[in-house]
């Protein structure tokens, strides 16, 4: 079993930023790609950004975050983060991270893992 937390969530102004932290379990967390997906009010689960196993030296946005959202991992802290800068309303949503025992994939059925998610409120 692979266990994922999220932390990091919490209301900020428009233009600020957020770090989100997801801790893993096991000994293995090296060999997985990470994502991170959020859903907002009334909306479907959506991907917003990932990294490749070991290194992480591929990484993948949505279109939307790009320049403003940045993904990194730390192996030896079992720690994938999502740096969120310049924050707009529209990102308000819960945001989940993933992992998947491959190589690294923006597709949200390819993720067999999953945080309980953390909320992320931007206020206009």
């Known amino acids: 079993q692979v266990q994922l937390v999220e932390s990091g969530g919490g209301l900020v102004q428009a233009g600020g930023s957020l770090r989100l932290s997801c801790a893993a379990s096991g000994r293995t967390f090296s060999s997985f790609a990470m994502g991170w997906f959020r859903q907002g009010p009334g909306k479907e689960r959506e991907f917003v950004a990932a990294?490749?196993?070991?290194?992480?030296?591929?990484?993948y946005y949505k279109d939307s975050v790009k320049g403003r959202f940045t993904i990194s991992r730390d192996n030896a802290k079992n720690t994938v983060y999502l740096q969120m800068n310049s924050l707009k309303p529209e990102d308000t949503a819960v945001y989940y991270c993933?992992?998947?025992?491959?190589?690294?994939?923006?597709?949200?059925?390819?993720?067999?893992?999953w945080g309980q998610g953390t909320q992320v409120t931007v206020s206009s």
């Open positions: 993933a992992a998947r025992p491959s190589v690294v994939t923006t597709a949200l059925g390819g993720y067999d893992y």
């Open positions: 990294i490749g196993r070991n290194g992480g030296g591929n990484t």
